[in-house]
């Protein structure tokens, strides 16, 4: 018994195997190059495994603090797809994924995802090399997946009956989500580290005390891991990606930064102020650009 599929120019139920549409005498009935729902399926899976990759290795050589906040705030994501990859592989059963064409959700809901998770690496200054590598990559999959989607999204123009406000309103929920999200990110992560002041604001008693009384060896600080902590003139530096005071958070009271972090040729420590004023900060985030002895 041969299966049935609706023509995409005017809806009528034709034959898979049809190769003409007997209503409107279209010669390729079926809707050509078309993304499917397998294609979903498998972004959706792929999304998954770089979303569980990431916390694996955000939550390795940490506390159970640190770990349990890593997880917290991926949960949604993490849920989100394992349901979404749950409704697709059941859909399967009644109906060929290959014959359903793309959702619009999907894409939707893998750039939430990617915000997300760009919105928990912003917030560490100390991003490990490998979450670092996982992002950059999964990023540019991302970007090449979306491509794919936008020439999709193109092709329903010439490939369907629906009026044009229709097919213009289809296409731009296909397009729209990914440069949104990316927009969303950059304005966040350049709002002078708002996640990362975020995670700050919820931790700033305990690296106070940190810095009053300084612990040896990677211990929690609030939602940080102090990997090392340094005295340099007047200030605390409170390593959080290593054990080479790279990067991480610094302790200056009334603003009085180093030396070495006021040059203008360029300065060693690259340091801004986690609340904004640069005259009175107490905290800040630093980064070590070139190494010098100290």
């Known amino acids: 018994m041969s299966t049935h599929i609706n023509c995409h120019r005017c809806g009528g139920e034709v034959p898979e195997d049809s190769r003409f549409c007997p209503y409107c005498g279209i010669g390729v009935p079926q809707r050509p190059s078309h993304l499917s729902q397998r294609h979903g399926l498998i972004a959706l899976t792929a999304t998954s495994a770089w979303v569980l990759a990431t916390l694996v290795a955000k939550s390795l050589d940490v506390s159970l603090a640190v770990a349990l906040f890593n997880t917290a705030l991926l949960l949604p994501a993490i849920i989100s ?13 009644t109906e060929p994924l290959t014959q359903i064409p793309f959702s619009p959700a999907i894409a939707l809901l893998v750039t939430l995802v990617w915000f997300l998770v760009s919105m928990l690496l912003a ?18 999959g991302f970007a090449l997946a ?23 309103m289809w296409v731009v929920v296909y397009v729209v989500p990914l440069p949104v999200a990316v927009y969303l990110a950059m304005l966040l992560a350049g709002q002078e580290a708002l996640p990362l002041k975020a995670r700050f604001e919820l931790s700033e008693a305990a690296l106070f005390d940190d810095v009053k009384q300084p612990q040896e060896g990677s211990h929690r600080a609030g939602l940080f891991q102090i990997t090392l902590i340094s005295k340099i003139e007047s200030c605390s530096f409170l390593e959080t990606g290593g054990a080479d005071l790279g990067d991480g958070l610094a302790y200056c009271p009334d603003g009085q930064r180093p030396i070495r972090a006021m040059r203008d040729s360029p300065p060693d420590i690259v340091m801004q102020p986690l609340d904004g004023d640069w005259q009175t900060a107490d905290w800040w985030s630093y980064e070590v650009v070139e190494s010098s002895s100290y």
């Open 81 to 93: 797809l394992s349901l979404a990859v749950y409704v697709l592989w059941k859909q399967r059963s």
């Open 123 to 140: 917030s560490d200054p100390g991003e490990p090399l490998i979450t670092g590598i996982i992002w950059w990559v999964a990023t540019f």
């Open 146 to 168: 979306w491509l794919a989607v936008f020439v999709a999204a193109i092709q329903t123009i010439g490939a369907s009956a629906w009026s044009v406000l229709r097919r213009t």
